[in-house]
């Protein structure tokens, strides 16, 4: 049962500097969205993406690009590193949507990538 | 714009007893949903319980239940019979429409809970 596997699980990075953060998910799931969480705070949604093919902007999108690579896999890249983007990285996976009949289904989250950026 | 609101940031529990988390919401859909999360400190998120707006009942899930007053436009979570492993963060979040018939969810900031033996 492996879900949503997000890798890798801890980074640093120095200013400046690139990564892209790797998502793939199992459960056949048409949506699947990056949040960052900071301290003290509930996580932000970064970008999301409703379907293969396809991605929109969330709260926070500076700094980062997305890349739904097919169904199963979503990407996330810091093109230049910046000490504020240092969080916790969580990605997530749904069937839902916003259908009545699909409404309660929940997003399932990976175990999240702590990156720090010095 | 829809919101989010615990405004409980740490909360003590004793052991077996019940515990009632706050979550106030701000929303002009006449449709919507709402979820709670718990996030142990080895970090992952779990999902505890939906409560859609346009359900009769309550939610429940073993000792997990939602207070739900749609008027006063909150959904509180309600933990009975609390146990050593339920100390966590609990964060409420809101389902808001996307495209192409997704959803996103808007999170509140959390509520740290420590239960005591």
């Known amino acids: 049962n492996a879900g949503v596997t997000q890798t890798p699980k801890f980074q640093v990075l120095k200013t400046g500097q690139s990564m892209t953060l790797q998502c793939a998910q199992d459960m056949n799931h048409n949506s699947m969205y990056w949040y960052r969480q900071d301290p003290g705070m509930g996580l932000r949604l970064i970008y999301y993406?409703?379907?293969?093919?396809?991605?929109d902007k969330g709260e926070v999108p500076n700094g980062y690009n997305v890349s739904r690579l097919n169904k199963r896999e979503f990407s996330l890249r810091l093109e230049s590193a910046a000490p504020s983007q240092t969080s916790v990285y969580f990605c997530a996976s749904t069937s839902g949507s916003g259908r009545d009949r699909d409404s309660n289904q929940p997003q399932h989250f990976g175990d999240g990538t702590r990156l720090s950026i010095l | 714009a829809q919101k989010i609101t615990q405004t409980q940031p740490g909360m003590f529990v004793q052991e077996k007893e019940a515990v009632t988390l706050d979550c106030t919401y701000d929303?002009?859909?006449?449709?919507?949903?709402l979820f709670w999360y718990k996030q142990p400190s080895s970090g992952e998120m779990i999902f505890l319980i939906y409560q859609g707006s346009y359900d009769e009942q309550n939610a429940t899930e073993g000792r997990y239940s939602l207070n739900f007053q749609k008027a006063r436009k909150s959904a509180n979570l309600v933990i009975s019979a609390s146990q050593l492993g339920d100390s966590a963060m609990y964060f409420c979040?809101?389902?808001?429409?996307?495209?192409?018939?997704?959803?996103?969810?808007?999170f509140g900031s959390g509520t740290r809970l420590l239960v005591r033996p």
């Open positions: 993406s409703a379907s293969e093919g396809t991605t």
């Open positions: 929303t002009s859909d006449q449709s919507y949903g």
């Open positions: 979040a809101m389902r808001e429409a996307a495209m192409d018939s997704s959803y996103k969810l808007i």
